[in-house]
């Protein structure tokens, strides 16, 4: 385990996390849930929709039933493919530099995101982050046979073993409260970061806070003394 930090791999959750996609989903949501015949979100109400997978957030949000949670999900995807899916995201001021301490300290990451897995690599490289990491781990494509965030966590563990990589002090960095929960069935110590797409009590029971980079930084990489 290196020295300069006291995890031997971090998890990160994307969306809300690592990366800034908001401009991009909202229109996207507004097209699709237009199409649909039900009302667009405001940008407010996007805490209802980034985090969870999309397959859930249809039916939670917009009332469909699986079936056309289904072909909603579908469409919504293709319209991410077709203007592609980097088109108005961005990295959270300072989450690159991190990610690239971490690495370069020898800490090894993985992604832990409900955002289909081919989004994740796309976006990744786009913004030159997937040498940083060890695994990449996502949704499957149609967010149903992989999308729990427990079960993805158990992905990433698992990739990262087989990898042989130490998994013996794993910790899970993240902005809902699927991250808390999916962290806590493998008890995964989850550090909650605050610029994401969440409500105050959503940190609860996470091992610890964050509210800038900086905050965060402190936890994953503490000054040496």
């Known amino acids: ?109 993985a992604t832990a995101s409900s955002k289909p897995e081919r989004q994740v690599r796309i976006l990744m490289e786009h913004f030159a982050l997937e040498p940083c990491f060890a695994t990449l781990v996502g949704a499957t494509p149609d967010e149903r046979t992989l999308s729990r965030k427990a079960d993805i966590v158990a992905e990433a563990l698992r990739r990262l073993d087989a990898a042989g990589i130490d998994t013996s002090r794993p910790v899970l960095v993240g902005d809902r409260h699927h991250d808390v929960e999916g962290g806590a069935e493998h008890g995964l110590p989850v550090i909650f970061v605050r610029w994401g797409f969440s409500w105050p009590h959503e940190s609860e029971g996470a091992a610890a806070v964050a509210d800038d980079v900086s905050a965060l930084r402190s936890l994953l990489l503490p000054p040496a003394r």
């Open 1 to 109: 385990m290196p020295e300069k930090s006291p995890w031997s791999c971090v998890l990160w959750d994307v969306d809300g996390t690592i990366i800034d996609a908001s401009e991009g989903i909202l229109r996207r949501l507004t097209t699709t849930l237009e199409h649909f015949g039900r009302p667009a979100p405001t940008r407010a109400e996007l805490v209802h929709w980034i985090g969870p997978p999309m397959f859930d957030s249809f039916q939670a949000q917009a009332g469909m039933d699986p079936e056309l949670a289904a072909t909603a999900v579908s469409w919504y995807r293709e319209l991410g493919a077709a203007e592609g899916f980097t088109a108005g995201a961005k990295v959270f001021d300072g989450m690159a530099d991190l990610i690239h301490e971490l690495s370069d300290a020898g800490v090894p990451q």
